[in-house]
């Protein structure tokens, strides 16, 4: 496709957000999910760290407030841990027992 057809842009595209402005649409049942298997933030680290993931307690808590991005390898990781499903984790379903 030839490149005159698409407008040039000016402005970075802005980062998506949840429809309540939010980073991430997890963070809450992080909270939760991460309470019911009775760790800490730094616990949880440790845990994703002894799976190969580089997320340290900082990551964790960033992504609890809201104030971080989170990949889809982070994703893999957090539902790999926690052993949950990704749909348990995002939209917290199957969480009854909170």
Aim: glycine content about 4%; overall charge positive.
């Amino acid at each position: 496709m030839r490149q005159d057809h698409f407008p040039e842009r000016k402005e970075p595209m802005p980062k998506p957000r949840s429809k309540t402005g939010e980073k991430n649409l997890i963070s809450k049942n992080l909270v939760a999910l991460r309470k019911r298997n009775h760790f800490s933030q730094r616990l949880l680290a440790y845990h994703l760290q002894l799976n190969g993931y580089d997320m340290d307690k900082n990551v964790i808590t960033r992504i609890e407030t809201n104030k971080r991005y989170v990949t889809d390898i982070e994703l893999k990781a957090l539902c790999e841990v926690l052993n949950v499903t990704y749909d348990e984790l995002i939209d917290g379903k199957n969480n009854s027992s909170f």
